[in-house]
Structure formats: structure tokens, C-alpha cells
């Protein structure tokens, strides 16, 4: 699963339908190691996102690491494309032991310090270097709730873009 990131449902929505109509996902370099940009993933089952993202939206408010909005895609698919899962560890010392083209798979992770503990292994994150392209068939979309599926469905009438609409492998809403 790929999350957006937006300040707002609004604006999170507007990143969801520009990478459904590039049919690509472009990478960042936000939190990573090493200087490849990266599109992020996460094995995670969609109820431990949900309640993930219902707990950030109640303790942190505005200030969520992801919005309800994204695409699922098989994880062979993210494979073939040359996607690999991260490797959890102290990242000072991974970068001891791994070559600097592999620095884009470290995440930090660190149970030492009860009050700064740093643990990401719940997403299980995969990445793949650069960028994501897909094609319909091979997605689903990801919405909040219901009247952000009928706002997608109206939309991809109005835009004609109904071969999104007739070609996704199917619509999940979060709610």
C-alpha cells in the first residue's frame, strides 16, 4: 500500500488523482538514507491501516504521517520493478556494513532509549528507487470513506476518464 501525505482530505485527494491519471508515483527523499529518491510501500494489512491512521488522525490531528488515500498494488509487481524491502537496523551501523547504493533500503530502528524509541517494523516497508508506473489493471484505489467514492465516480465521469473507472482492479474505502 502507498499513502498520500496532504495537510487536508481535500489536498490528499488531489495527490491521489494526479498519480491516477500519471499512472506513476514519484519518489522522495524525505526520511531516507543515501541520496536515491524512493516510493515507499507498506506490507501492512488495510484494518492495521485503518486503525493506524484513526489513531494518528485522533492523537496527533493535522499532523499525520499519511492521509486515507493511496494505491495497493501486488507485492511481485513492486518486486519485478526492481522494489525490495527495507532493512530495519541502527542506521550508523547498516551503512557500516552496506555498500552506499543500498543506503535507499535503511530505516532506523532502535529500542535502546525508552523515550526516543524508534520502530517502523509494523509497516513493513518495501521501496523502489526513482519512481513507480503502473497501469490500471494492476491497482486498487484506496479512499477515506464513501463520499470520497462517489466524489472519485462523479469525477471520473465528468473528466471522462472512465477507463480508470472501468479498468482498476477495484475502489476500497478505509472507513
Same mark, same amino acid.
Given at each position: 500500500v502507498h499513502l498520500t501525505k496532504a495537510n487536508t482530505d481535500e489536498d490528499a485527494f488531489e495527490?491521489?488523482?494526479?498519480?491516477?491519471?500519471? $499512472? !506513476?508515483l514519484i519518489g522522495g527523499s524525505g526520511y531516507i538514507n543515501g541520496h536515491i529518491p524512493v516510493c515507499c510501500f507498506q506490507e501492512t494489512p488495510l484494518i492495521?491501516?485503518?486503525?493506524?491512521?484513526? %489513531?494518528?488522525? @485522533?492523537i496527533r490531528g493535522n499532523n499525520v504521517r499519511y492521509s486515507p488515500f493511496g494505491i495497493?498494488?501486488? !507485492?511481485?509487481n513492486i518486486y519485478i520493478s526492481g522494489g525490495r524491502p527495507v532493512i530495519y537496523g541502527k542506521a550508523e551501523e547498516? $551503512?557500516?556494513?552496506?555498500?552506499? %547504493?543500498?543506503?535507499?533500503r535503511i530505516v532506523d530502528f532502535d529500542l535502546e532509549d525508552k523515550e526516543k524509541i524508534i520502530d517502523w517494523t509494523h509497516e513493513r516497508e518495501w521501496r523502489i528507487k526513482n519512481e513507480y508506473s503502473f497501469e490500471y489493471p494492476?491497482?486498487?484505489?484506496?479512499?477515506?470513506n464513501g463520499t470520497y467514492y462517489k466524489?472519485?465516480? @462523479?469525477?471520473?465521469?465528468?473528466?471522462?476518464k472512465t477507463d480508470m473507472l472501468a479498468r482498476i482492479n477495484s475502489i476500497i474505502t478505509i472507513s
Open positions: 495527490i491521489l488523482w494526479k498519480i491516477l491519471t500519471m $499512472k !506513476k492495521s491501516i485503518a486503525e493506524t491512521l484513526n %489513531y494518528e488522525e @485522533q495497493r498494488v501486488i !507485492k511481485g547498516l $551503512k557500516k556494513v552496506l555498500p552506499s %547504493y543500498e543506503w535507499w494492476e491497482i486498487e484505489v484506496i479512499l477515506k466524489r472519485f465516480v @462523479q469525477r471520473c465521469l465528468v473528466e471522462e
